[in-house]
C-alpha cells in the first residue's frame, strides 16, 4: 500500500472567519459555506483542506478539547518566488492579517514568513532563494 496524504484538517472555532483568511490566501473555498459544521477544499496537487467546527468534532469525540499553548498545527505554502512570499504578506496584511514572523532570508535557503489563521495556526509562506 502507498501511503498518500488526503487531506489537513483544521479545526476551528469560527468558521466563517476561519475560511474568510484561507481565501485570502488563495485557497479555492466554496462559496456559501461559511455557516456549514464541515468544509473541503482541494488545493492544486490534489491534497485537501478539511474544516470542522468544535463542536462537530465534538459530535463524534465528546471529551474533545482544543489544544492551548500554541498553534495546533503548521501550514506552509510554497509561493514560487521571494518576491511572491512578500507580495502574498503584504496582501494578507492589507486584508486584516499581519505577518507574525515578517518575511527574512532563512539560512536554510528560502524567504521565508509567518502568518496566524484566526485559530493561532501557523502559515509558513516560502520559497526558494536564488543560488549565486
Do not use: C, K
Request: glycine content about 10%.
Amino acid at each position: 500500500m502507498t501511503l498518500r496524504l488526503g487531506f489537513i484538517g483544521i479545526v476551528t472555532t469560527d468558521m466563517r472567519a476561519s475560511l474568510a483568511f484561507y481565501r485570502a490566501l488563495g485557497v479555492p473555498v466554496p462559496d456559501g459555506v461559511d455557516d456549514a459544521p464541515h468544509v473541503d477544499a482541494t488545493l492544486d496537487g490534489g491534497v485537501a483542506l478539511a474544516w470542522d467546527t468544535v463542536d462537530t468534532i465534538r459530535s463524534f469525540d465528546p471529551a474533545y478539547e482544543p489544544p492551548t499553548g500554541g498553534h495546533r498545527i503548521a501550514l506552509a505554502f510554497d509561493q514560487g518566488t521571494p518576491d511572491a512570499v512578500d507580495a502574498t504578506v503584504a496582501s494578507l496584511a492589507a486584508q486584516g492579517y499581519p505577518p507574525h514572523v515578517a518575511p527574512w532570508d532563512a539560512p536554510w535557503g528560502q524567504r521565508y514568513a509567518t502568518v496566524l489563521d484566526p485559530d493561532g495556526n501557523s502559515v509558513d509562506l516560502y520559497a526558494l532563494l536564488p543560488t549565486s
